[in-house]
């Protein structure tokens, strides 16, 4: 091998770790140009390695395994820090340290010797600075990364090698590790705490700035766990980038800065050659965003509460306890007397001390009217055109602060409205005969002058059923027994036939029969409203002191009373009531009393609706309206015309009639939603058996947990912290899986080597460093003091003569830290000169895990 050619500088190869002789020179330098060392150097044998080691051995020792350079240098080792604490007793070999080049520790310790030392003259703590257990090793070219000199008992590894990777990793790494555990453990009990917090009441201001504090509290904590293990992966970092590049000083300035000093960044050659380490410096400046992010994803805010339960005084209807309802008979309940829906007529002058006697053909009672309190319910519930709450009915059912919803189903009698014919073609006289229209749609405009007429009271219950000449004050019949058979009876239910005009257009109606359009300008309507028995859904929601209703389903059963009127038919039966309706068998009689209270019931509440919307409205020649529709909203007042949709109005409005009922516990027929055979009254319960399913609602102050974005920012901040850790990882393991810092004992120690004396420092007390200092560019490597004689490297032909193994030696201390590039190469050259060329450096990966003196 030509060994001048090998010896040339090469300006793309360059080795920071290499522990070589540098090439004798007249007078050493650290800043002086590479030498060339010819073809001086001999050819290096198969497992030659170098050692850095005094010139001169002690007194008695020989020197047959190396060449005497100079007097006695104590060896140096670690980061620049010197090792004077052991004298070295034979040239080529140096003190054990404990720990490898990349840590600052000389200490001697005690291992085993090697196989090929065991008969050495060597004392039990010192080796070859050139073997497996010196603390400067370096392994040729020849032995590769899989094959390392033989270390005890044999072994193809090194001692301190046999440990797996990851143990090595987690021994050094731990504290990033755990720091990184720690955070995320910190980041899970801040969503925890949010959690529990969530939905529930914040009423109390003090506890809002106590729980907002505990919240700062976690995200601080999160935050400065996750930033520390950024900071450890950091500092591993900044040595890897010394170690694999040269920079200017006031690069490496910014690189020991940067998480410190933002403009530290403002660097272009440290973004350029430090991508990794300034990718993770901009990460910890970063990171303060998640205490600023993650608190905010609580905040107070109004906030429904919403719990199932079981509330105390729901009411419902049942119409079936007017069955048992005698007038006779004195029913109070929490001091309040229960009514009927009915007034009452007695066949008995003064029978209400007959409270024990039978109905019977000759002593009954018969249906007089509606009961005032109905009569009051209703027209306030159709006047204000909606449903009239009980008192109190929130406090009672909700309790104190709370809003409520329940849905109950009963039972009630309703009209079911079905149209019969619509348009100006209607012929009054044929309804008549085919439908038994009980009105004549030809009286309606645009053909004749009336907007609304409604007949509710044609097959009506007459009252009273006999003369009154024939009758007592209070209705009993002045004739002997029998009286009329249909004395009382409910022939039919009267229908209600509606009939109204609608406005074809838009704007103001016409109000003369000769304005243009006027044939056009109305269509008449004739619709018939049957009384029917439904069965209801309905929800009630009471918020505040507001009741809403919803009726949620109408099952329409069958008509009330199921039998036809026949008009113009009289019945003549000597009776006031001439109703004539078919089948007569379905007629309802007042000796069936139970059956007859309740469809006097039914009556009294239908009465009530048909009152209101009986008569008509005259549209011309001018407006006059002659019935109430005109206070219950089917009358447009401006118009004077029906609403148009007329017909479904009078439906709710009966709806509502019967709903506001609930207002009035006294009535028999509100029972309890729990248990409807019994009659409420006014009474407050807390009788666990009477309580009912209901939905309890409040809006108050309450947490509100966004767990999205917290997540958010802790997945971006643990991520980012992921990734850190698997490059604080890899650069632990590039520094041979030992913790670096940057301690100032740790930078002193890294710029210990002399050749720095050399460069043109300025006096100044105020730390002042020249500019042109700031722009040298330093490399961070081996540095080695040259022997008395002025050469680094040992070139005489008794150096190889020790055969395989034996060491090529170089005098004076060995310094790892900070040089200039000039320094370092001189390292490189030695190198060249005495293994070879060896294979091209090339740079690692960032997220490498191998060893710089794996890589080289």
């Not at 070589?20 to 650290?30: K, L």
């Not at 030498?35 to 390695?49: I, N, V």
Request: net charge negative.
């Amino acid at each position: 091998m030509d060994h001048n050619s090998l010896a040339q500088p090469d300006p793309d190869y360059y080795d920071p770790y290499l522990q070589h002789a540098e090439p004798e020179v007249d007078a050493w330098s650290p800043l002086a140009p590479t030498p060339d060392l010819g073809a001086s150097s001999p050819t290096p044998p198969q497992r030659a390695r170098v050692a850095f080691a005094p010139a001169s051995p002690p007194s008695g020792t020989g020197t047959g395994t190396g060449t005497n350079i100079g007097a006695d240098t104590p060896s140096s080792v670690g980061l620049g820090i010197g090792s004077t604490d052991h004298d070295v007793q034979f040239p080529g070999y140096h003190p054990v340290v404990s720990r490898d080049s990349f840590q600052q520790d000389s200490r001697p310790t005690t291992p085993p010797l090697p196989n090929d030392m065991a008969k050495s003259t060597l004392s039990p703590q010192e080796y070859p600075l050139s073997s497996p257990y010196g603390a400067a090793f370096y392994y040729p070219q020849n032995y590769g990364t899989d094959s390392p000199p033989p270390g005890p008992s044999g072994s193809g590894r090194l001692a301190g090698l046999t440990q797996s990777t990851g143990w090595r990793l987690l021994s050094g790494g731990w504290p990033m590790y755990s720091m990184f555990l720690l955070g995320f453990a910190f980041a899970v009990g801040h969503h925890g705490f949010y959690l529990y917090l969530h939905e529930k009441p914040a009423e109390d201001p003090a506890s809002q700035i106590f729980n907002t504090r505990i919240g700062g509290f976690f995200s601080y904590a999160a935050k400065a766990s996750l930033l520390s293990a950024v900071f450890f992966a950091y500092r591993q970092q900044i040595w890897v980038t010394a170690i694999s590049n040269v920079l200017q000083l006031k690069t490496i300035d910014s690189l020991f800065a940067a998480i410190d000093e933002p403009l530290a960044l403002w660097n272009w050659e440290f973004i350029k050659k430090a991508k990794v380490a300034a990718c993770l410096a901009v990460l910890a400046w970063l990171f303060p965003l998640t205490v600023i992010l993650t608190p905010a994803t609580l905040t107070v805010a109004p906030l429904t509460e919403v719990r199932e339960e079981m509330c105390h005084g729901v009411r419902t209807l049942n119409f079936e306890q007017e069955m048992e309802k005698n007038w006779r008979d004195k029913v109070v309940i929490d001091g309040r007397r229960i009514v009927s829906l009915s007034l009452w007529s007695s066949t008995v002058t003064n029978s209400s001390g007959m409270t024990n006697m039978p109905f019977n053909e000759t002593f009954f009672d018969y249906w007089a009217t509606s009961s005032f309190p109905l009569t009051l319910i209703a027209e306030r519930s159709a006047f204000s055109r909606s449903v009239i709450p009980r008192e109190d009915i929130v406090l009672d059912i909700c309790g104190g602060g709370w809003n409520c919803s329940y849905t109950i189903s009963f039972k009630a009698p309703g009209y079911k409205c079905t149209e019969v014919a619509r348009n100006r073609a209607l012929d009054g006289d044929a309804l008549i005969r085919e439908k038994s229209a009980l009105i004549n749609a030809t009286n309606l405009i645009p053909i004749g002058d009336f907007s609304y007429i409604v007949d509710s009271t044609t097959s009506t219950y007459a009252q009273p059923q006999l003369r009154e000449e024939n009758t007592t004050a209070d209705g009993a019949p002045l004739m002997e027994p029998p009286y009329p058979k249909h004395l009382g009876a409910f022939r039919t239910e009267p229908a209600i036939w509606l009939g109204y005009s609608v406005q074809t257009g838009t704007g103001t109606p016409l109000a003369n029969r000769k304005d243009p359009g006027w044939d056009t300008a109305f269509e008449a309507v004739l619709t018939s409203c049957d009384h029917y028995l439904v069965n209801y859904t309905v929800q009630f929601n009471h918020t505040s002191t507001a009741q809403i209703t919803t009726v949620l389903k109408r099952d329409y059963l069958h008509k009330i009373i199921d039998t036809t009127y026949v008009p113009g038919k009289d019945a003549m039966d000597g009776t006031m009531d001439n109703t004539t309706a078919v089948p007569e068998s379905n007629y309802v009689y007042p000796t069936d009393f139970e059956r007859y209270r309740l469809i006097a019931a039914y009556h009294s509440l239908g009465q009530q609706l048909r009152s209101l919307v009986v008569d008509s409205v005259q549209y011309l020649p001018s407006p006059m309206p002659k019935t109430a529709a005109t206070k219950i909203g089917l009358i447009d007042i401006e118009t004077y015309l029906a609403q148009p949709n007329t017909p479904t109005m009078i439906q709710h409005i009966y709806e509502n009639m019967t709903l506001s009922l609930l207002s009035n516990p006294s009535l028999a027929i509100v029972t309890w939603a729990a248990n409807n055979s019994q009659t409420s009254g006014w009474v407050k319960t807390t009788d666990p058996a009477l309580a009912y399913p209901c939905v309890r609602t409040r809006v108050g102050n309450a947490y509100f947990y966004n767990r999205r974005d917290l997540w958010i920012a802790y997945a971006v901040a643990i991520g980012a912290t992921v990734f850190a850790v698997v490059l604080g990882s890899a650069a632990l393991g590039q520094n041979n899986y030992h913790v670096r810092d940057v301690h100032v004992s740790s930078v002193v120690a890294a710029t210990r080597a002399p050749c720095l004396d050399e460069l043109p420092w300025k006096a100044s007390k105020w730390g002042e460093v020249p500019d042109e200092i700031l722009r040298t560019r330093l490399g961070y490597g081996v540095v080695a003091e040259p022997g008395p004689n002025g050469t680094p490297a040992a070139t005489a032909t008794g150096t190889w003569t020790g055969g395989a193994g034996s060491p090529v030696v170089i005098g004076g201390r060995v310094y790892y830290g900070f040089a200039p590039r000039e320094v370092l190469e001189r390292t490189r050259v030695a190198r060249v000169a005495t293994f070879g060329p060896g294979r091209p450096k090339t740079r690692l990966s960032a997220f490498s895990f191998r060893t710089w003196e794996q890589h080289y």
